[in-house]
């Protein structure tokens, strides 16, 4: 019998099929669709998520696959004018290490993702969705759409917009419709136009109409009202550009809406991801939302496993349903703003549990509860975030004498506390000498 039951293989559920792997849980992870994902769809991700990428060792890959946001050249018919970029070209600082956003197309972060699941041992079964639930006491009875029932002590919804396991939780998406249009999403191979440069026709009719260049290839990301492919995708982005469409590799059209439900954990059964919220592609905070929703969930299983106690599993809706809540303003926000210097307002640095269930303790210096613990130079020559690859919780002595405890998702749960050997269930290893308040 599996510990958790993965619903979808996503983003969102190899990050979590990691997260728990890398800590010795047994999973399973199921996915309805019968080959992976092959667009670019959420091709943003954010230097936090970059951050905790790094605590599980995967941050130099997705770093090496990926290219910084490039520069927009405006195009008003013959003329080009190069303008500002989405994202920030900051240099790598001490408690920044990843201070910019990074374009990877969604198929390559999940194949990264998916590749270390493997070396895990995990394993996604394709063609395999959920069909029905019943839950005990102590474990969910999950039909397959194989017919075969699998029994696991918990399940985690990642099925995405459209998840059956919210329909069969009862979980609605409430919020509201941002306007009546509808967009679509493609990756094009073109002919000839400048990949150095993300190329938008403000002067298109219908709302913004741009193609993005995809790192690692020849391909672009349209972003284009659906209009554009009345009589022909290819016809329309050739009249836009002025340039030939090779072929088109993907597609996909979608809605305008921001909306999320208003429970995260039902029994023994809880929902991540897109499955949890829906929004327009705005900031790049989709993928990465649903990657931290992961990352906050993973370690919080790991310990009503380890310990049998589940009462620290409440705290996970308890932290992430407002995040979701703030990111999905954000993003209605953005949709209907063109905003030159986006940096801090979506890089998601500044994300904070402080003054939630696990925030304890008092302020030193800049940093309080709850927050993220920055970076650091250790004396041995490795860096914070790399010291605290081992999995479990950190307490770290720093210059000035404080005990700072942070949990096994980076941010900091207790500061001023005692000594500690165990963490909810997760070992506790002890650094010295950094000081993580300048």
């Known amino acids: ?48 998520s970059i951050e905790l990428l790094a605590m599980a060792g995967l941050a130099d890959e997705i ?21 500002w970029s989405l994202g920030t070209h900051l240099p790598p600082s001490e408690d920044r290490p990843y201070p910019n956003l990074m374009m990877l197309a969604q198929w390559r972060t999940e194949e990264i993702l998916r590749s270390r699941v493997e070396a895990l041992g995990g394993k996604v079964e394709l063609g395999a969705g959920i069909e029905a639930l019943a839950q005990t006491s102590g474990d ?24 059956t396991t919210r329909r069969l939780l009862g979980l609605q998406l409430l919020g509201s419709t941002v306007d009546a249009k509808t967009s ?12 150095r440069f993300w190329h938008a026709y403000p002067l298109r009719r219908g709302g913004l109409h741009s193609l993005a260049p995809l790192p690692g290839g020849e391909l672009f990301q349209l972003q284009a009202p659906e209009s554009i492919a009345a009589n022909g995708l290819e016809a329309g982005v050739a009249r836009m550009t002025g340039k030939k469409v090779r072929r088109v590799i993907w597609q996909s059209r979608y809605g305008h809406q921001t909306r999320m439900v208003d429970r995260y954990r039902i029994g023994r059964v809880f929902i991540a991801g897109d499955a949890a919220h829906i929004h327009p592609p705005s900031g790049a905070q989709g993928l990465n939302t649903g990657m931290q929703d992961a990352f906050n969930l993973g370690w919080k299983l790991v310990s009503a496993i380890r310990t049998g106690d589940e009462t620290i ?6 932290e992430r349903l407002p995040v979701a809540a703030t990111m999905l303003n954000l993003t209605r926000e953005l949709h209907s703003t063109v ?4 940096g801090d307002l979506t890089n998601q ?15 030193s210096g800049d940093l309080r509860p709850g927050d993220r613990i920055p970076d650091r130079r250790l004396a041995d020559g490795r860096r914070l975030y790399e010291a605290m690859r081992h999995g479990g919780a950190t307490q770290i002595v720093d210059t000035g004498g404080d005990h700072i405890l942070v949990r096994p998702d980076g941010y900091i749960a207790e500061i001023g506390g005692a000594e500690v ?6 070992d506790v290893v002890h650094i010295l000498a950094v000081d993580c308040s300048a």
């Open 140 to 163: 969910v009875r999950v039909t397959l759409t194989t017919g075969e029932v699998v029994t696991a002590e918990f399940v985690v919804a990642c099925d995405g917009g459209r998840s």
């Open 349 to 363: 640095l500044g994300l904070s549990y402080h003054g939630g269930p696990l925030a304890t303790g008092r302020t």
């Open 313 to 318: 599993l409440d705290t996970y809706e308890a």
């Open 63 to 83: 770093m090496a696959s990926g290219t910084l946001y490039p520069f927009i050249k405006l195009h008003f018919g013959p003329i080009g004018i190069k303008a």
């Open 1 to 48: 019998m599996p510990q958790v039951l993965i619903v979808g293989a996503g983003a969102t559920g190899l990050t979590l099929a990691i997260e728990l792997l890398r800590r010795d849980i047994d999973v399973r992870i199921v996915d309805i669709a019968t080959e992976y994902f092959s667009g670019s769809r959420g091709k943003g991700i954010q230097p936090r």
């Open 184 to 195: 679509i999403v493609a990756d094009l191979e073109m002919e000839d136009l400048d990949p």
């Open 339 to 342: 905003s030159k210097s986006r």
């Open 421 to 426: 050997t165990s963490y909810h269930g997760h």
